[in-house]
């Protein structure tokens, strides 16, 4: 029931071994690993700390640095790959400031940001949350731009954010950076790009039920008919432009 | 890091014969697709689905007979990982109207529409709430809402042929009617999805469409669906309570035969709790963790398969799990990103797919199950894969055709999430060429259910991947993040109807768990021992030899 791949990188095969200290404690782990197998190959049981395992969830938000280094490090357990002499901890959960709000009633612009979240004004600039982002954003610009109240320019610099929290976990400030993020994205998603109207054109549609007799007609159509039909439907090319159009326009 | 110089040597032969394919590419020239009778062929001689001995008949349950992947009937005939007998179901711990067991996008969705119809709900998860395929999926989503183009009638012939003709018929109508609400109710809510200026969505094709009706949110677009659909359950936290790290470990029943709850497991505190529900949805999503065929998986931490075993346990059938779905990109290469979903918008995007002399083998955008035999049939039998280590193999996907066919910066715009991740490992794709291979992937069946998210369970709801029929034996891409918005907003809805108008109180029981626990010790107990697994193991078997009084129960510790 283990995996056969996932297996043999616990094992380690025939990479060499690296130091590393996880919570201070030595363990020696193979170069190949990333943060998130070392702490398996080493012995723990993740439950806390681990999500997708792909980079994406946000789950397993971590900080490490090296020996006599100035520097704090940060990175996704599941993407860092282990180097030697590495001091590790992972900061799984981090308490976090979320407003309750109506995104129909919240406009877009940075004076009702800053309603929701005071905390904005205290921002000082000094730019750690930029480099405790393990995903490169440019986390101090969209707070600036969310207090100058470019909603559109924080949702776009602010779009690739995980929400794993390093960010808020150091912000001498202490706002909670991606929360205010994703009320940016949603105020811009919402009330700054214009609404799909082909798509509400389309549910009006269906729901008239103007559809309803030619699907009828497919739900009883036996499989030797829908075969012909699946191969004989008209397929729109690879590199047509957005406005092409098919020459059969009955079920349309 | 980056490539070892031998596959850098390799993709000097891709980059010999890329200018010539974008020029096809260009002109519309496109390598024929396969017809339905040489896709069957290449089905029954390539698909792991098709491979002597992977399969085995359930020998309990209401599904007895059925034969599916054996890694999930060990998990069938396994018991319960309590006594039925501990558990004191006259004190309850926790009482709401909808109980939705599973905290990603379908349980989510469900989550809200419950709320909206009057219901107080609970949402249990097992990781945190979020943690989820749903956070995973990075194409897009499907929906036939061009009005001068497409129609669901055209989405629901790709969704039938994708299928193989077998899906359940009522089911595959309500997603592709449902599809545009879905779109315009993201819309609504706030999220980023890709468009032109004029806030019309911009959409590409996926593998099987014979429209552009794939609507993306860069390439992380299941990330826009599920941490908006949280933000909004947080928002309306009067009603909505989550718990994390309690995943539910068995459905509780009354006397009436009605589902009246679950039974929760707190992966922290290892206390068991129960909850009382009026109404209860399943969507505790798929199950690539059980690593099928010891495959490699695309899939989250907690993808274990648990809401089949409870369905099943409380008599809801199975229906076509005979198939798994294997996605034809996941990454191979290097070692630390194995597993890594690449989006099949690569390939929508105009990337070809080559072998080990850069020439193309396969059309691009097959259905996936295709796709992925094709791709190993190119690296065993007609043998052009390239060797990746460890004995592997892997075929290129060139992502640089994207911005010489869509110019500069596309696969910065189109990608951002993949040519961030590869970066780290120093490989810039969009300049250089991805390694890939068939990887677990979905589900493509599950528990039955209708088009009101019923089972044949009073008071008993499914949604999302944990469900079975709608895909038939295989899904398209794009289908997957519609399917849990589709039916975890009907499953939500109904579920809140049900509990205010239907629900009938009795006594709580585990009885189902007894009786299965007995047919369990008759039919004998599997390997898996216990379920559902919760968690996979990826424990250090050196480091559990030293562990001599710790105590595993299943996958556990």
Not at chain 1, 82 to 91: C, E, F, K, L
Not at chain 2, 519 to 546: H, I
Request: proline content about 5%; aromatic content about 8%.
């Amino acid at each position: 029931m283990s995996d056969a791949g996932e297996k043999s990188r616990i094992e380690g095969g025939e990479a060499p071994l690296v130091p590393i200290y996880i919570m201070g404690s030595k363990h020696d782990v193979p170069d190949t690993l990333t943060i998130q197998k070392a702490l398996e190959y080493a012995g723990y049981q993740l439950i806390r700390g681990c999500g997708c395992r792909g980079g994406i969830c946000g789950a397993c938000g971590t900080v490490y640095r090296f020996p006599d280094s100035p520097k704090i490090e940060v990175g996704l357990a599941c993407q860092t790959v282990v180097q030697p002499n590495m001091y590790i901890t992972q900061i799984p959960f981090f308490p976090a400031n979320k407003t309750a709000y109506d995104i129909d009633e919240v406009k877009p612009a940075g004076e009702e940001v800053i309603k929701l979240y005071p905390e904005l004004l205290k921002c000082m600039g000094c730019n750690t949350c930029t480099k405790s982002c393990p995903m490169d954003i440019e986390v101090m610009e969209y707070i600036s731009a969310a207090i100058r109240g470019d909603i559109a320019r924080a949702a776009e610099l602010s779009f690739s954010c995980v929400m794993c929290g390093l960010c808020a976990s150091r912000c001498p400030a202490e706002l909670c950076q991606y929360n205010i993020a994703i009320l940016c994205r949603r105020l811009y998603g919402k009330h700054i790009v214009p609404r799909a109207q082909h798509t509400i054109d389309k549910v009006k549609k269906i729901e008239e039920g103007y559809f309803d007799k030619a699907l009828k007609e497919l739900m009883e159509t036996d499989r030797k008919g829908l075969e012909k039909l699946y191969t004989d439907r008209e397929n729109e090319p690879e590199m047509a432009d957005e406005y092409w159009e098919p020459s059969d326009k009955t079920y349309l | 890091m980056g490539y070892t110089p031998e596959l850098k040597n390799l993709i000097k032969i891709v980059e010999k014969t890329r200018p010539e394919r974008v020029e096809r590419k260009k002109r519309g020239e496109e390598m024929p697709a396969l017809s339905l009778a040489e896709r069957e062929e290449r089905l029954r001689k390539y698909h792991p689905d098709f491979i002597e001995g992977n399969r085995r008949e359930i020998t309990l349950g209401p599904s007895k007979g059925y034969a599916i992947s054996k890694e999930i009937v060990d998990l069938l005939e396994a018991k319960s990982r309590y006594e039925p007998d501990d558990i004191n179901l006259s004190e309850v711990d926790y009482e709401t109207d909808v109980l939705i067991i599973g905290g990603g996008g379908a349980g989510t969705a469900a989550a809200l529409l419950a709320q909206e119809h009057g219901a107080k709900v609970l949402i249990v998860t097992k990781l945190r709430h979020g943690d989820a395929n749903t956070m995973m999926a990075e194409g897009g989503i499907q929906a036939a809402d061009k009005g001068d183009k497409d129609s669901p009638y055209y989405h629901y012939l790709d969704v039938m042929g994708g299928g193989h003709f077998v899906n359940d018929p009522e089911l595959v109508k309500t997603l592709v009617t449902e599809a545009p609400k879905v779109l315009e109710w993201f819309d609504r809510l706030g999220m980023m999805f890709d468009k032109l200026p004029d806030g019309r969505f911009y959409s590409l094709h996926g593998g099987g469409t014979c429209r552009k009706r794939m609507h993306a949110a860069g390439d992380i677009s299941g990330a826009e669906i599920m941490r908006t659909l949280r933000d909004e359950a947080r928002n309306r936290k009067k009603d909505i309570t989550v718990l994390e790290f309690s995943p539910a470990v068995d459905l509780i029943l009354n006397e009436h035969g009605h589902c009246a709850g679950a039974l929760l497991y707190n992966l922290e505190t290892k206390e068991y709790h129960t909850v009382k529900a009026k109404a209860v949805i399943i969507a505790t999503g798929g199950s690539g963790r059980l690593h099928i065929q010891n495959s490699m998986t695309t899939n989250h931490y907690g993808a274990t398969g648990d809401g089949l075993i409870m369905g099943y346990r409380a008599g809801v059938k199975l229906c076509f799990l005979h198939t798994v779905q294997y996605h034809p990109t996941g990454a191979i290469f290097p070692e630390q990103a194995e597993g890594l979903l690449i989006t099949e918008k690569v390939r929508g995007a105009g990337a070809n797919v080559v072998n080990i002399d850069g020439e193309q083998f396969v059309y691009e955008r097959e259905p996936r199950d295709v796709e992925s035999a094709s791709f190993i049939r190119e690296c065993t039998d007609v043998g052009k894969g390239i060797p990746v280590s460890g004995g592997k193999w892997g075929v290129w996907l060139d992502s640089p055709m994207i911005d010489m066919l869509s110019g500069p910066g596309t696969v910065e715009k189109e990608l951002p999430g993949k040519l961030i991740l590869f970066k780290r490992y120093g490989i810039d794709i969009s300049k250089e060429p991805m390694l890939v291979y068939p990887t677990l992937h979905y589900q493509n069946g599950g528990l039955e259910y209708d088009s009101k998210g019923e089972t044949c369970v009073p008071g008993l709801f499914v949604a999302g991947e944990v469900g079975g029929g709608v895909h038939g034996e295989n899904r398209l891409m794009g289908n997957s993040l519609l399917d849990i918005n589709v039916f975890g907003r009907i499953a939500g809805v109904s579920a809140a109807v049900y509990a205010g108008e239907k629900a009938k109180e009795g006594k709580l029981t585990l009885d189902h768990i007894r009786d299965y626990n007995k047919e369990v010790d008759k039919v004998g107990v599997g390997p898996a021992k216990v379920a559902p697994m919760l968690l996979p193991d990826y424990s250090n078997p050196e480091v559990r030899k030293r562990q001599i009084t710790a105590c595993y129960e299943g996958t556990l510790r």
